[in-house]
């Protein structure tokens, strides 16, 4: 069964600089959420778009912005990078049901290292 | 707010059943259970989800409570490709459908 993709796997940036992560969720699946997860630490939410308008926001950095385009596609731009924002981040998606009832799928996620 | 609590960790042997169990007081009435694995570097895998009673898929089960206040995955004969890290997260109540993680379970499953 198709999964859900992120791109790149990898990435390496200098402080300062920008990275822009892409996510493409299941076939027919309409919401998309991204985590953010630090070394040794828990998934965090970032936010998440449901039919290409954002739906929830967690604690995402105002340095951080994120859309989902028609194709449901979604991408997470990251500017001024901090070492801090060095974490795996992931992205998953899920058919939204009655509130409560969806199931997210998490896709492998991107680890960025900010040097 | 809808919070988890979880062991830290649980040793098992190969060929055991393993019982995670996660308390979920404050879980809002329509949210369903969902449970995750997770290895190293990589993303939460779906195991299980479910909303009272039992729920059983080819790789686990999932015991609820009348009161829904805790659940407990069951994991049959468990195998080294079994230690990960296992998540129940929550969404909070009337707030989104984002998963709140709390403190996973780490499982290591020994020869």
């Known amino acids: 069964a198709a999964g859900v993709i992120q791109s790149p796997r990898h990435l390496i940036k200098e402080k300062r600089e920008t990275a822009t992560l892409k996510c493409y969720p299941i076939?027919?699946?309409?919401?998309v959420y991204w985590y953010q997860q630090g070394p040794g630490q828990d998934p965090q939410f970032l936010i998440s778009?449901?039919?290409?308008?954002?739906?929830d926001k967690g604690s995402i950095p105002d340095r951080f912005s994120a859309q989902q385009f028609s194709d449901y596609h979604s991408e997470l731009n990251m500017s001024s990078l901090e070492l801090g924002d060095s974490a795996l981040y992931f992205c998953?998606?899920?058919?939204?049901?009655?509130?409560?009832?969806?199931?997210?799928?998490f896709g492998p996620g991107t680890r960025l290292t900010v040097l | 707010l809808a919070k988890t609590t979880q062991p830290i960790s649980m040793d098992s042997y190969e060929g055991q059943e393993v019982n995670i169990t996660c308390s979920h007081n404050?879980?809002?009435?329509?949210?369903?259970i969902t449970w995750y694995q997770q290895f190293p570097s990589q993303g939460p895998r779906f195991i299980i989800q479910?909303?009272?009673t039992k729920v059983t898929n080819e790789v686990a089960s999932l015991f609820i409570p009348a009161d829904r206040k805790s659940s407990t995955l069951s994991l049959p004969r468990v195998s080294l490709s079994d230690t990960a890290v296992y998540y129940c997260?929550?969404?909070?109540?009337?707030?989104?459908?984002?998963?709140?993680f709390g403190g996973g379970t780490r499982l290591m499953v020994k020869p």
């Open positions: 076939p027919r699946h309409d919401t």
């Open positions: 778009f449901y039919e290409k308008m954002q739906s």
């Open positions: 997260p929550l969404r909070p109540n009337n707030a989104g459908n984002m998963l709140t």
């Open positions: 404050n879980i809002a009435t329509n949210d369903y």
């Open positions: 479910g909303y009272k």
């Open positions: 998953a998606s899920s058919l939204l049901g009655p509130e409560g009832t969806d199931t997210q799928y």
